[in-house]
């Protein structure tokens, strides 16, 4: 018999949910009840391995076969390139970039999907409030169809593309300063379409090589682009317009770009100066705002511990549904149920979702 055991990944789940079943608030009062470390209980709940006396007193505590939910396979050595990781499942302090803790805009997923699975590919626009989720909504869409299942939650939707190996997704970060020389935001372009980079990668070596090689669907996905157009003197209409050329008349129907913004195209191009018609090629935006309450509920549900329902009704209130309050509110009721705080979460979560506030108006 081996020394250590963990919990099976396909039994984590149930095994967090039989804490709350066996009258346990917390971590902490199964650690105290059981009379081991909190850190012990905390690895046995997240799968991580325990030692093997402890492994099987903890689950008759919590009422389970601890031969039934005992990892099988041997212990696999740690790959640090893993995409998923023992992490909190609410993320607030940056963009969602792995798709399994990323909840909801199926409606706007639905149609951008829409207009990139046909030719030619078309353009798009996501518009919202600074913090509503434009970002990663961009990392979404450009991770989700490629994401293997088994990484991905249950029922979770990945088949928005017929082929989408076939596709390049080339995201671009406009508060990344090295994308404010317009040699350096070519040269990424082609590197990460696996081109040559010409030497001295001016407009013209970058539209004969994009023009001439670029034969597979792809799409660019230009974040916080009002920076580039407000702090970035080398991108200039000149560059704006080769863009465009591209999308709309030198790939065959292959390029497409997506941006974020937080106002429309055109109005953001007026008010910084720009005149270019680039601006006028987005015939689609999406606005995002709160999510739908059975979107919020689902995200609500994905805590390893269930939330009492007068909490998860006081979240949906509080939140208005709106992602980043959402997760926030979230964060602080599964620490406390984590930890067996006395103090009162909801206040902690009221004080931490202020400076938010302006998501909640108008």
């Not at 994009?210 to 597979?216: A, F, G, N, R, T």
């Not at 005149?275 to 549900?301: D, K, Q, V």
Request: proline share 6%; net charge negative; with cysteine.
């Amino acid at each position: 018999m081996a020394r250590s055991l963990r919990v099976a990944v396909e039994y984590i789940q149930r095994v967090k949910s039989a804490l709350r079943r066996n009258g346990y608030p917390s971590q902490k009062a199964l650690a105290t009840e059981v009379g081991f470390s909190l850190s012990t209980v905390k690895n046995f709940l997240s799968g991580k391995p325990v030692d093997y006396l402890y492994f099987v007193e903890i689950s008759e505590k919590l009422g389970l076969d601890w031969q039934e939910i005992a990892d099988k396979e041997p212990e696999a050595q740690p790959n640090h390139n893993s995409t998923i990781e023992e992490t909190s499942p609410f993320v607030t302090g940056s963009p969602i970039t792995h798709p399994r803790h990323f909840f909801g805009r199926q409606k706007e997923l639905k149609r951008l999907f829409n207009l990139l699975k046909r030719h030619p590919l078309q353009n798009a626009a996501i518009i919202g409030k600074r913090r509503i989720g434009k970002t990663s909504l961009l990392h979404y869409l450009k991770n989700i169809t490629t994401t293997p299942v088994e990484e991905l939650r249950p029922n979770q939707k990945s088949d928005w593309l017929p082929n989408p190996e076939n596709y390049k997704w080339i995201f671009v970060d406009f508060q990344d300063p090295r994308m404010a020389s317009k040699e350096r935001f070519l040269s990424y372009i082609l590197e990460n379409l696996g081109m040559k980079v010409p030497e001295g990668c001016d407009l013209d070596n970058f539209m004969d090589v994009v023009s001439d090689k670029l034969h597979h669907p792809t799409v660019i996905l230009l974040d916080e682009i009002g920076v580039g157009l407000q702090r970035c003197p080398e991108l200039d209409d000149e560059f704006w317009e080769s863009l465009r050329s591209l999308a709309t008349n030198q790939t065959g129907g292959n390029l497409a770009f997506v941006l974020a913004t937080h106002e429309s195209p055109i109005e953001l191009a007026h008010h910084t100066g720009h005149s270019s018609p680039f601006f006028n090629i987005f015939g689609y935006t999406a606005t995002l705002g709160a999510l739908s309450e059975e979107e919020a509920r689902e995200l609500i549900a994905s805590s390893p511990i269930p939330f009492a329902e007068e909490d998860v009704e006081w979240i949906l209130q509080q939140s208005q549904c709106l992602p980043l309050l959402l997760q926030i509110l979230c964060r602080e009721c599964l620490f406390n149920l984590e930890d067996g705080e006395t103090d009162d979460w909801r206040e902690e979560g009221l004080r931490q979702i202020e400076p938010f506030a302006h998501l909640l108006s108008g």
